[in-house]
């Protein structure tokens, strides 16, 4: 069965068979090629994944609410040496929103330090469910960085690719304009890292297709979003595609979301494995490090495509 479209997004359904999740089979293959073309036409699709109860994403919004009513002051103790891992908020480009990050969320140390920060005395409750869908989150992320690379046919990468990864999980809340004339919550840019895992209560998240025309993610229950960003990009020279996206707000109800980035770690160069370059697929980005790919990028986020400036071999 084809992909389903909604509002222009493409929908991928893990949940039909079990079978189909089991590396190999039929229902894999299947799988993989769907969410090859979904990253190669528009750079993202939504996906149901039936491992996350919906139980677990009530009490992830219920904590992320509790979150964002702690004092400011402490909320801006989330602070990190790296660019757009911490804190933000209070910014006069997006008023509407406010962000914490958790690095590493996957490792119950790492989850229970952060909330241990927000609240004198820790929140048990909040830790587990962050530790729990983070994990969960990951594990998603992992299959399906896996169907992307056997579908370009280098899948020996994968398991080294993914062992050198880091991830970022963040929540955030945009306040209600209390407008129906759409307004900015977050401005227009692409994802920086390897893959997003989003889940979002209310609209509001819009995708620029490649003809140039803004798509609206209609959000349901049991559906993450799934994005491309520009480190994936670089290493598939080019194939996937990086969308830009952006949040635009109305009405009188404050948005909420989570999302997970995988990222390439400090260690580790982000570089086109050679099997994907030929005489058609010319080399297109030079070898990089993520992080002081994004410390370029946080000093000039002016630039119209960073990444081209940074690393781009010849006319990209």
């Given at each position: 069965?084809?992909?389903?479209?909604?509002?222009?997004?493409?929908?991928?359904?893990?949940?039909?068979?079990?079978?189909?999740?089991?590396?190999?089979?039929?229902?894999?293959?299947?799988?993989?090629?769907?969410?090859?073309?979904?990253?190669?036409?528009?750079?993202?699709?939504?996906?149901?994944?039936?491992?996350?109860?919906?139980?677990?994403?009530?009490?992830?919004?219920?904590?992320?609410?509790?979150?964002?009513?702690?004092?400011?002051?402490?909320?801006?103790?989330?602070?990190?040496?790296?660019?757009?891992?911490?804190?933000?908020?209070?910014?006069?480009?997006?008023?509407?929103?406010?962000?914490?990050?958790?690095?590493?969320?996957?490792?119950?140390?790492?989850?229970?330090?952060?909330?241990?920060?927000?609240?004198?005395?820790?929140?048990?409750?909040?830790?587990?469910?962050?530790?729990?869908?983070?994990?969960?989150?990951?594990?998603?992320?992992?299959?399906?960085?896996?169907?992307?690379?056997?579908?370009?046919?280098?899948?020996?990468?994968?398991?080294?690719?993914?062992?050198?990864?880091?991830?970022?999980?963040?929540?955030?809340?945009?306040?209600?304009?209390?407008?129906?004339?759409?307004?900015?919550?977050?401005?227009?840019?692409?994802?920086?890292?390897?893959?997003?895992?989003?889940?979002?209560?209310?609209?509001?998240?819009?995708?620029?297709?490649?003809?140039?025309?803004?798509?609206?993610?209609?959000?349901?229950?049991?559906?993450?979003?799934?994005?491309?960003?520009?480190?994936?990009?670089?290493?598939?020279?080019?194939?996937?595609?990086?969308?830009k996206h952006r949040v635009m707000m109305t009405g009188e109800k404050d948005r909420y979301?989570?999302?997970?980035?995988?990222?390439?770690?400090?260690?580790?160069?982000?570089?086109?494995?050679?099997?994907?370059?030929?005489?058609?697929?010319?080399?297109?980005?030079?070898?990089?490090?993520?992080?002081?790919?994004?410390?370029?990028?946080?000093?000039?986020?002016?630039?119209?495509?960073?990444?081209?400036?940074?690393?781009?071999?010849?006319?990209?």
């Amino acid at each position: 069965m084809g992909m389903i479209f909604e509002s222009g997004i493409k929908f991928i359904d893990f949940s039909k068979d079990p079978n189909d999740l089991v590396e190999g089979s039929e229902g894999w293959k299947n799988l993989c090629k769907q969410v090859k073309e979904a990253c190669e036409s528009h750079g993202c699709f939504q996906v149901v994944y039936d491992k996350v109860p919906a139980t677990l994403h009530d009490e992830m919004f219920k904590g992320v609410k509790d979150l964002f009513d702690v004092r400011d002051e402490t909320k801006q103790k989330n602070i990190s040496c790296k660019p757009c891992h911490g804190y933000i908020g209070k910014d006069s480009n997006f008023p509407l929103l406010e962000s914490l990050g958790i690095e590493n969320a996957p490792i119950l140390d790492k989850a229970r330090a952060f909330t241990d920060l927000m609240w004198p005395n820790g929140n048990p409750s909040f830790c587990e469910t962050l530790n729990s869908m983070s994990i969960m989150m990951k594990e998603l992320e992992g299959i399906i960085r896996k169907m992307i690379f056997e579908s370009l046919g280098v899948k020996e990468y994968c398991n080294t690719n993914i062992k050198d990864s880091d991830y970022i999980f963040r929540v955030m809340k945009y306040k209600a304009p209390f407008s129906d004339h759409p307004t900015i919550g977050l401005p227009t840019h692409t994802d920086k890292n390897i893959l997003t895992i989003l889940y979002e209560d209310i609209q509001g998240l819009e995708v620029l297709s490649k003809e140039g025309k803004w798509i609206q993610v209609v959000p349901k229950q049991g559906k993450f979003l799934v994005i491309v960003g520009e480190s994936l990009m670089a290493w598939s020279n080019g194939r996937m595609h990086a969308p830009k996206h952006r949040v635009m707000m109305t009405g009188e109800k404050d948005r909420y979301s989570y999302s997970q980035f995988s990222t390439p770690n400090e260690l580790v160069y982000v570089e086109t494995p050679k099997e994907l370059v030929d005489e058609d697929h010319p080399l297109l980005y030079r070898p990089f490090k993520f992080l002081e790919y994004l410390r370029y990028f946080d000093a000039n986020m002016h630039l119209a495509n960073p990444l081209a400036t940074y690393v781009g071999v010849g006319k990209v």
